[in-house]
Structure formats: structure tokens, C-alpha cells
């Protein structure tokens, strides 16, 4: 099993449709989980911060279950600037300097 | 303007001629990695530095070797690139260890082998 794992995708969407892409970690003691987005041939720039309790930024949604091991980013309203590969990132190894596992990411394509 | 540089950004060169990709940042940070990126693999470390003179292997560290003489710079050095090293590369780096703190990355350097 990966230890982090997410649907490729793509995600074809219309504008101001609402999507939801999820993310699974196989370490259960893992602490520090990240959503980055990345366009096409550009780097990562971080997106949000997970948290425990779920945290919200705009129309960007994060969500943690800690139970089922999957974090999850909704997005609300989309807009075309909205197409990118959503990166789930999760520090999955804690203790080896906190190193972080990227997921392959999640295409989204948003379109009018 | 806070930001991590890497240069060259583009190059293609033959196998086995030995090349530098340089990676300098300006934010002070303690922590700088490298990685590549290949289709469908996501990002993996190659190698990471968490202070001056002090670096250790990522997943992926065959072919390659790092130095961290300086806090801002961290050059990857192929001594004898193999066309398997043909990738996307992205320096990053961030204040003590990521796994508590946000990584900023540099713009990427494409590197094909022939």
C-alpha cells in the first residue's frame, strides 16, 4: 500500500460546481497533513493546512478523519483558475526528521 | 522578494557528463530538500539537509549527492547522469522541519538525459 494515496482523476467540472477530492495515509501515527496546488509545470505552493477540528479558507474546505485515515478538500463554486493537480501531502513518516510523503495528486479541470 | 532559486531551469546533456543544478534561498531557513517528479509518482525526495554540514538521503538518493556548506545553498550534483534521471527537479526549504512548517519551493529545473 502507498502511503499516500489519491484518484488521479481528472476531475471535469463546470464552473461553480462543487467537487470534493479525497486522500489516504496508511501511517496512523502521521501528525501534519497539508493540501498544496500545482499547475501545470510550475511548483507546489502550499493551498491549506489541515486540522483536526477541519478548517475552512474561501471556498476551500479541509477535513481530517483521523479514524479512516483520509483527508479530503472540497471546493465550492469553482472557478476556471481553479484547474491545477491537487497534491496531498502528510508528513507520514513522524520521527525520520518529519519528512513528508507526497500524494501523485489529483487533476482538477474546471471548465465554462 | 522571499524566494528559493534554482538554476539552470531547463538542460539537456548526455549521458555520463557530470552536472550541477544549483538551489539558493534568501529566507533564512534551516531546512532545504530536493526532489524529483515523475508521471503518476508524485514528488520524492532525493535528499534532504536539515542545517550546514548536516544532510541525509531521501527515497530516491542513488545517482546523486548534495553539499551544504552555506545555510542558503544546496547544489545537486549527477555525477554521471543516466538517461533514469531524466525528470523534473524542485529544490525546497522551510524553517526547522517541514512536517510542522510550510515548504517553499523553487521554480524547477527539467532535466532530460540523452
Redesign the interface.
Known amino acids: 500500500r502507498k502511503e499516500v494515496e489519491q484518484d488521479p482523476g481528472p476531475f471535469n467540472v463546470p464552473e461553480g460546481a462543487t467537487v470534493a477530492f479525497n486522500c489516504t495515509y496508511s501511517n496512523s501515527a502521521s501528525q501534519s497533513f497539508f493540501w498544496y496546488r500545482q499547475d501545470c509545470r510550475k511548483e507546489p505552493k502550499l493551498l491549506m493546512s489541515v486540522y483536526s477540528s477541519g478548517n475552512e479558507d474561501g471556498r476551500f474546505t479541509a477535513q481530517l478523519n483521523r479514524a479512516s485515515q483520509y483527508i479530503s478538500l472540497l471546493i465550492r463554486d469553482s472557478k476556471l483558475s481553479d484547474s491545477a493537480t491537487y497534491l496531498c501531502v502528510v508528513n507520514a513518516r513522524p520521527g525520520y526528521g518529519n519528512k513528508l510523503v507526497f500524494g501523485a495528486g489529483t487533476i482538477l479541470r474546471v471548465k465554462s | 522578494e522571499a524566494q528559493v532559486t534554482q538554476n539552470p531551469r531547463y538542460l539537456i546533456t548526455v549521458t555520463g557528463k557530470k552536472l550541477t543544478v544549483t538551489c539558493s534561498q534568501n529566507m533564512n531557513h534551516e531546512y532545504m530538500s530536493w526532489?524529483r517528479q515523475d508521471p503518476?509518482?508524485?514528488?520524492?525526495?532525493i535528499y534532504?539537509s536539515?542545517n550546514v554540514e548536516v544532510t541525509?538521503k531521501?527515497d530516491v538518493p542513488e545517482g546523486y549527492k548534495v553539499s551544504r556548506k552555506e545555510k542558503r545553498n544546496f547544489p545537486l550534483i549527477l555525477e554521471s547522469p543516466s538517461p533514469n534521471q531524466t525528470s523534473?527537479y524542485?529544490c525546497a526549504s522551510s524553517f526547522y522541519?517541514?512536517?510542522?512548517n510550510?515548504?517553499t519551493?523553487?521554480?524547477?529545473s527539467?532535466l532530460t538525459v540523452l
Open positions: 526532489y503518476g509518482l508524485g514528488l520524492r525526495q534532504y536539515m541525509d531521501g523534473l524542485f522541519t517541514p512536517g510542522a510550510v515548504l519551493f523553487g521554480a524547477g527539467r
